[in-house]
């Protein structure tokens, strides 16, 4: 997920009409979630997500079909970065 949380502030957006409820007077930015159809809004000044009803479970199937489409090699690759970056 650190790929796509990354990848936010490089991607298309579109502003949104609702505010950070952290940061009151800010506006959501709204994004896709990697290569899916789900909607993110991320807030530009705290960097909190905030997601719709039923996204986080979208972000989740996302994430397990991502995991399940690598292969051992690539699976091995991706625990030895995560490792380096602990």
């Known amino acids: 997920m650190d790929d796509e949380v990354e990848a936010i502030e490089k991607s298309k957006t579109m502003s949104s009409k609702r505010f950070c409820p952290k940061c009151s007077n800010v506006n959501f930015i709204s994004t896709y979630f990697g290569d899916t159809k789900t ?48």
């Open 39 to 86: 909607i993110l809004d991320w807030c530009p000044n705290c960097h909190g997500v905030w997601l719709d009803r039923g996204e986080f479970q979208d972000v989740l199937q996302h994430m397990v079909d991502k995991l399940n489409s690598l292969t051992s090699e690539e699976m091995k690759s991706k625990v030895y970065e995560e490792i380096n970056e602990i």
